[in-house]
């Protein structure tokens, strides 16, 4: 499944995409946004959020999680990470260094911003990291003003690594799946086990922006659709989602993927919906018993001696935001500053939580779990 980790079919593209802007100089590390993110609107549950302990996964009436208004945080780390030794420095042959991208979700100011910072590309936008891996962990649309720019820019990456010796490839994420299913079926009615539903109205329920849509073309949808579910680099096992989930789909990463790929290529409304509902499950790790045999679990299953995902929000998964305590008043927000590890130290959160004034993670990995 090389082509589906992002290599093949951005080479191919690239020539095709629109010129990716140039940046005079860095911008700072929380650039003003292209659009007002919009206020959080509380949702016909108790609590004002949607159930997100919900074991069916997605309710596709409900929003999967809010979006809460963009406020600078203090930075207080989640996790103090060690420095490690600029990869520009590293001359030596073999795999460069490992990094991995969180959930980016539309907010393509914020990456180029902690892509300049963690010295991946320059003042242009361009690749300057020779021979790094870089991940992305999925969710490149929704919520924020320009998903599919950073869909061109990651597929450009991709592209620009490769024939700089490294790679930068990419994860499918739930809102991959949501977008695709929008695109492709639209208001087609589908079997969702919770009441009539659509892609349609699940992708706008969940932050869809129209000009995305507008925006979207097929060389967009034929990459996203050939994205890995899952990847093992240097015994980190990366996903997308904090999910057993991927126990359905098979028991290795090639049988993971090959399954989700075709699932896509059959193009049927109920059987992608029913990989969005599975996809979109979390908190599978975060239970202090049960979490840690659960990343046991996929670890046994798939290899790796870490587990690394994006989808559920550091703030959500330490229980700050979306409980019935939560003040959606309140004028603070949560506040991270790097990844979170839990479970055991088994499972490391890269999801900053970007669209509720979080930030957005870029990371090194060491090298050798």
Not at 120 to 129: E, H, T, Y
Not at 138 to 166: C, K, N, Q
Not at 242 to 248: E, M, P, Q, R, S
């Amino acid at each position: 499944m090389t082509q589906g980790a992002g290599q093949g079919p951005a080479a191919r593209t690239t020539a095709a995409m629109p010129p990716f802007p140039g940046y005079a100089a860095p911008p700072p590390p929380m650039p003003p946004y292209d659009q007002p993110v919009p206020p959080l609107h509380p949702l016909d549950t108790p609590d004002g959020y949607a159930p997100l302990n919900d074991p069916d996964g997605y309710t596709p009436t409900e929003r999967d999680l809010p979006v809460i208004g963009q406020v600078v945080p203090d930075d207080v780390p989640t996790v103090a990470l060690t420095p490690l030794t600029d990869h520009r420095a590293l001359s030596h042959p073999g795999p460069g260094p490992l990094y991995v991208v969180g959930d980016v979700h539309g907010y393509l100011n914020q990456l180029v911003a902690a892509l300049q910072e963690a010295g991946l590309i320059d003042a242009n936008g361009s690749w300057c990291a020779g021979n790094t891996r870089l991940w992305f962990l999925g969710d490149f649309t929704d919520r924020g003003p320009d998903g599919v720019g950073v869909i061109d820019l990651v597929m450009r990456l991709s592209a620009e690594a490769a024939a700089a010796g490294g790679y930068c490839k990419a994860l499918m994420g739930n809102h991959e799946l949501l977008i695709i299913g929008a695109k492709r079926f639209a208001d087609t009615p589908v079997n969702s086990g919770a009441g009539t539903a659509s892609f349609q109205a699940a992708w706008l329920l969940n932050g869809g922006q129209r000009t995305d849509m507008e925006r979207l073309e097929d060389h967009h949808l034929q990459w996203m659709s050939r994205l890995d579910a899952m990847a093992e680099e240097d015994g980190h096992l990366l996903v997308h989602s904090d999910t057993t989930a991927y126990l359905d789909f098979g028991d290795s990463i090639e049988a993971v993927n090959d399954a989700v790929t075709e699932a896509l290529q059959r193009n049927d409304p109920d059987e992608c919906w029913e990989l969005f509902r599975k996809f979109t499950k979390r908190f599978a790790f975060r239970d202090d018993e049960a979490g840690p045999a659960a990343v046991r679990e996929l670890l046994g299953t798939y290899g790796g001696g870490r587990l690394v995902h994006g989808h559920s929000p550091i703030p959500y998964l330490l229980g700050e935001v979306g409980t019935e305590d939560a003040d959606d008043e309140d004028d603070g927000a949560p506040s991270v500053d790097g990844p979170h590890l839990y479970a055991d130290g088994l499972a490391l959160a890269m999801d900053g939580g970007v669209t509720m004034a979080g930030k957005l993670l870029v990371v090194q990995l060491p090298l050798g779990g």
